[in-house]
């Protein structure tokens, strides 16, 4: 079936190490995404990939990092340097034709 | 720049009453609307999304939206409420790309 992967759907780690959360798409969407989602607050863009090589800061890109060789693959990585990393991250794509995004089933990571 | 707002953080409702969840925009261009739901630690999944085109706008799950721009308004209905309507609602404005603001989002309780 099409759609898009997000692993691991659970993640701890310790504070001050480095993460690295997975999403993949089989949909052949140029365009990727990263959301974070935290309580009353809605979905935040994190950064975005409109095609392979390329990416643009999002809304709150400070203590994320991220890379597109692949179509099919936008990685998340959480540094240490991100003050408030627990959260919900949704992974997103989308077409350059079509209007809405397909999102993913997230993943919670919880840093202690 | 694009946004959305969302009256009430939570509504509760009787099952077989009528859903209303409300979502007001501001945009300085024609907006493309949508209306997501969540279900608990779930991805989002689109329910209906206006582009200009009718109004009133169906989605899935008998779920309804009309754009009146009288009024920056696109509220989400449903005649009928389903003990499985029970979910977090996301009303959000699509800007540039496939890049999406979103609003904070609504609890929808459904009651016996």
């Known amino acids: 079936d099409g759609g898009i992967t997000q692993s691991p759907k659970y993640l701890f780690r310790k504070e001050g190490q480095n993460v690295t959360l997975s999403c993949e798409q089989n949909l052949n969407h140029d365009a990727m995404y990263w959301y974070r989602q935290d309580p009353g607050q809605g979905l935040r863009l994190i950064y975005y990939s409109q095609i392979v090589n390329d990416f643009q800061k999002g809304d709150i890109a400070e203590g994320y990092s991220v890379s597109r060789e692949k179509k099919e693959s936008f990685p998340l990585t959480v540094t240490s340097a991100q003050k408030n990393p627990t959260a919900f991250y949704l992974c997103?794509?989308?077409?350059?034709?079509?209007?809405?995004?397909?999102f993913g089933q997230g993943t919670r990571l919880t840093v202690v | 720049a694009q946004s959305v707002t969302q009256l009430g953080s939570h509504v509760s409702v009787s099952e077989g009453a009528l859903v209303l969840l409300r979502c007001n925009y501001s945009s300085s261009v024609p907006p493309y609307l949508f209306w997501y739901v969540q279900y608990p630690n779930q991805g989002l999944q689109l329910l209906l999304k206006y582009t200009s085109a009718a109004t009133l706008v169906k989605g899935i799950n008998g779920f309804e939206a009309e754009f009146k721009k009288s009024e920056t308004s696109f509220h989400l209905t449903k005649p009928s409420a389903h003990m499985s309507d029970a979910a977090e609602y996301f009303c959000a404005v699509k800007r540039g790309g496939n890049k999406l603001t979103f609003g904070t989002g609504t609890q929808l309780k459904v009651e016996l």
């Open positions: 997103a794509s989308g077409s350059r034709q079509g209007t809405e995004a397909f």
